[in-house]
């Protein structure tokens, strides 16, 4: 059974974790680097699993891994041969696993809460060219290279136990499509599919958010459809497009509000928390029911949205 509709069965909405990379680098790491949070897997796995931890006590229903950046390719650079490679991407569910068990083991932490799940990231093919692509998604690629590009990755994160996917910041129909097809070689597995958008309507690379839903609502694989590292302006409208579309859960985690410049890896601009907690709000009335944080939120940010949704 898709395991986000078993938990929406409890409750009326599920939440999501917040940024890892960010706050890893809230926490000292120098994430200045093409492996980006996938680095920390190999120098302080242990901060890793104290940001999983920070999560959900905040109130986070999911952990998503540091895999998003983790691929074969990518390793490679470091040194690390293909075994090597897949086993880190395994260790970061393991990771994961590990401080749901150490939150799960205290009793008190159990009450009026659901066992968090473990979503293993799959991110897009331009996080691993880390150029800034995965917000253009203009790699030029067929559907078949995609698929190839992806599968050692999802094999090895399936294989590891991870409850479901996270596929994210899917900027290009046809990475979605080649996800889908992939997917399909795994027919026990579930996943949930987020785009990186531009505007209101439309995702990164130019195609509509609606036609996205469409395409992806008739997968009985898709867990949930939504949006993740974009701008909370545009989040209202996107979830609106895509409920028009599908009946499946809806899932948002957008960044905090501040402005990224991929040219010099620097944020821009103010945002608390708590207007995020305010705009989370929104986002459920307009549809969404699984709700998170990407980049620069952080646990305050998740224990907002907790703040709210424990009294529905």
């Given at each position: ?47 890793i699993?104290?940001v ?8 986070a ?11 074969i ?76 590009f ?59 958010i ?5 395409l ?17 302006l ?21 960044n905090?509000?501040e ?39 952080t ?14």
């Amino acid at each position: 059974m898709n395991p986000i509709e078993t938990i929406l069965q409890k409750q009326p909405i599920a939440i999501l974790d917040g940024a890892l990379a960010t706050e890893l680098e809230n926490r000292g790491c120098n994430l200045n680097d093409d492996l980006w949070s996938a680095r920390i897997l190999m120098e302080q796995p242990e901060l890793i699993h104290q940001v999983h931890l920070d999560y959900f006590n905040a109130g986070a229903d999911f952990a998503i891994t540091a895999s998003y950046q983790a691929t074969i390719e990518g390793f490679a650079r470091r040194g690390l041969n293909k075994d090597e490679s897949l086993a880190l991407m395994q260790k970061s569910v393991k990771i994961a696993q590990e401080a749901r068990g150490e939150f799960w083991s205290i009793e008190s932490n159990r009450v009026n809460r659901t066992r968090p799940l473990i979503a293993a990231s799959v991110g897009p093919y331009g996080a691993f060219l880390a150029d800034g692509s995965e917000y253009r998604g203009d790699y030029n690629l067929t559907e078949g290279e995609l698929i190839d590009f992806h599968r050692p990755r999802v094999e090895a994160l399936i294989a590891s136990g991870a409850d479901l996917l996270a596929c994210e910041t899917i900027p290009c129909l046809i990475e979605a499509q080649a996800l889908i097809k992939l997917l399909g070689e795994f027919p026990n597995t579930y996943a949930w599919f987020t785009f990186s958008a531009k505007d209101g309507e439309h995702i990164c690379h130019g195609e509509k958010i609606a036609d996205c839903a469409k395409l992806l609502d008739s997968s009985p694989q898709v867990a949930a459809i939504g949006i993740n590292c974009t701008s909370p302006l545009h989040i209202p409208s996107l979830i609106r497009e895509i409920k028009k579309n599908t009946n499946k859960p809806i899932i948002v985690y957008p960044n905090s509000g501040e402005v990224y410049n991929p040219d010099t890896n620097t944020w821009h601009g103010e945002t608390s928390s708590e207007e995020f907690g305010l705009q989370s709000k929104k986002w459920h009335e307009n549809g969404a029911t699984i709700i998170g944080g990407c980049c620069r939120t952080t646990p305050d940010h998740i224990r907002e949205i907790k703040s709210w949704t424990s009294i529905l």
